[in-house]
C-alpha cells in the first residue's frame, strides 16, 4: 500500500517546480501582482505601490495642513481683536484650537486627493509595465493621462481632455525620475524579479533532484528488505523521506 503512494508523492515533484517559473501570459503576471508567494509576502512592486499611496498621503496633508494652520491661526487673530479673554492664556489656546481645526479640514483635503491620485497612478503605470514584462516612458504617460482625466470627468469633456494633458504632463518627468533611480541601482524590478525567478527554479530543481536519488536508494533497500519481512519498518521510512523538511529558499538565505 506504501508504495504506490510514494510513486505518486515522487511524481508530483516536478510539478512544484513550475511554480517557480515566471508566468507566460501578461494576465498571469497581473493576477500574480496580488497574491502572496510561498513566504506570504507581496510582489515588490505592490509593497511599492502601497509605500507610495502612504507617502503621497503624508505629503498632501503637509502641503494643504501647514498653510491652513498658520493662515486659520491669523484670521483668528484678526477677527477676535474686540472679544474678551479671560487671559493671555485663554487667547492663544483659542488662536491655537483655530488653527489645528484649519490643519486637519484642509490638510485632510489635500491629503487624500494626492493619495488617490499616486495610488491610481502606481496602479495603472505598474499594470502596463507587468503586464508588457518591461518598463517604458509610455506606461507613465498613459497612467498620468488617464488619472488627470479620471479626476476631471464629473466637469464635462474638455475639462476631462485638460486632465488628461496635465496628468500626461507630469507621468512623463515622474517616470523618468524612477527609470533613472531604478538604473543606478543598476537593474530594473522586471529584471529582478526574473533574476529571482531562475535562482528559485534551480534551486527547486536540485532540491528535487537530491531528494529522488535519496529516495531511489532507499526504495532498493526496501526491495531487499522486503523479501526478509521488513515492510513495516520500510513503511515507517517511506513516511520519515515525505516529511522531510524543504530546504530553505533564497529569500529565506538572505534574511
Same mark, same amino acid.
Given at each position: $500500500?506504501?508504495?504506490?503512494?510514494?510513486?505518486?508523492?515522487?511524481?508530483?515533484?516536478?510539478?512544484?517546480?513550475?511554480?517557480? /517559473?515566471?508566468?507566460?501570459?501578461?494576465?498571469?503576471?497581473?493576477?500574480?501582482?496580488?497574491?502572496?508567494?510561498?513566504? /506570504?509576502?507581496?510582489?515588490?512592486?505592490?509593497?511599492?505601490?502601497?509605500?507610495?499611496? %502612504?507617502?503621497?498621503?503624508?505629503?498632501?496633508?503637509?502641503?494643504?495642513?501647514?498653510?491652513?494652520?498658520?493662515?486659520?491661526?491669523?484670521?483668528?487673530?484678526?477677527?477676535?481683536?474686540?472679544?474678551?479673554?479671560?487671559?493671555?492664556?485663554?487667547?492663544?489656546?483659542?488662536?491655537?484650537?483655530?488653527?489645528?481645526?484649519?490643519? @486637519?479640514?484642509?490638510?485632510?483635503?489635500?491629503?487624500?486627493?494626492?493619495?488617490?491620485?499616486?495610488?491610481?497612478?502606481?496602479?495603472?503605470?505598474?499594470?502596463?509595465?507587468?503586464?508588457?514584462?518591461?518598463?517604458?516612458?509610455?506606461?507613465?504617460?498613459?497612467?498620468?493621462?488617464?488619472?488627470?482625466?479620471?479626476?476631471?470627468?464629473?466637469?464635462?469633456?474638455?475639462? $476631462?481632455?485638460?486632465?488628461?494633458?496635465?496628468?500626461?504632463? %507630469?507621468? @512623463?518627468?515622474?517616470?523618468?525620475?524612477?527609470?533613472?533611480? /531604478?538604473?543606478?541601482?543598476?537593474?530594473?524590478?522586471?529584471?529582478?524579479?526574473?533574476?529571482?525567478?531562475?535562482?528559485?527554479?534551480? /534551486?527547486?530543481?536540485?532540491?528535487?533532484?537530491?531528494?529522488?536519488?535519496?529516495?531511489?536508494?532507499?526504495?532498493?533497500?526496501?526491495?531487499?528488505?522486503?523479501?526478509?519481512?521488513? $515492510?513495516?519498518?520500510? @513503511?515507517?521510512?517511506?513516511?520519515?523521506?515525505?516529511?522531510?523538511?524543504?530546504?530553505?529558499?533564497?529569500?529565506?538565505?538572505?534574511?
Amino acid at each position: $500500500m506504501a508504495a504506490p503512494e510514494s510513486g505518486r508523492a515522487l511524481g508530483s515533484a516536478p510539478q512544484l517546480l513550475g511554480t517557480a /517559473q515566471p508566468p507566460g501570459t501578461g494576465w498571469e503576471r497581473l493576477r500574480e501582482l496580488w497574491h502572496r508567494d510561498e513566504l /506570504q509576502q507581496y510582489p515588490e512592486e505592490t509593497l511599492n505601490i502601497i509605500k507610495a499611496t %502612504f507617502s503621497g498621503a503624508v505629503i498632501g496633508w503637509a502641503y494643504g495642513g501647514l498653510p491652513a494652520f498658520y493662515h486659520a491661526k491669523t484670521q483668528y487673530i484678526e477677527r477676535s481683536q474686540a472679544e474678551i479673554f479671560q487671559n493671555r492664556l485663554d487667547a492663544v489656546q483659542s488662536a491655537h484650537r483655530a488653527a489645528v481645526r484649519g490643519f @486637519i479640514r484642509y490638510g485632510w483635503r489635500w491629503s487624500w486627493r494626492i493619495a488617490t491620485f499616486v495610488a491610481i497612478f502606481n496602479t495603472v503605470s505598474t499594470g502596463l509595465s507587468v503586464y508588457r514584462n518591461k518598463t517604458a516612458f509610455s506606461h507613465f504617460a498613459a497612467a498620468g493621462a488617464f488619472t488627470g482625466g479620471l479626476f476631471r470627468v464629473h466637469l464635462g469633456l474638455s475639462r $476631462m481632455a485638460a486632465g488628461s494633458v496635465f496628468g500626461a504632463a %507630469f507621468g @512623463i518627468p515622474a517616470g523618468g525620475l524612477l527609470l533613472a533611480v /531604478q538604473k543606478l541601482a543598476g537593474e530594473t524590478i522586471q529584471e529582478k524579479r526574473t533574476r529571482e525567478r531562475r535562482l528559485l527554479h534551480e /534551486q527547486k530543481l536540485a532540491e528535487w533532484k537530491a531528494r529522488l536519488n535519496v529516495t531511489e536508494a532507499d526504495l532498493e533497500e526496501i526491495v531487499s528488505n522486503t523479501q526478509e519481512g521488513t $515492510m513495516e519498518r520500510d @513503511i515507517e521510512k517511506i513516511q520519515e523521506l515525505l516529511n522531510l523538511p524543504k530546504n530553505p529558499l533564497p529569500s529565506e538565505d538572505r534574511n
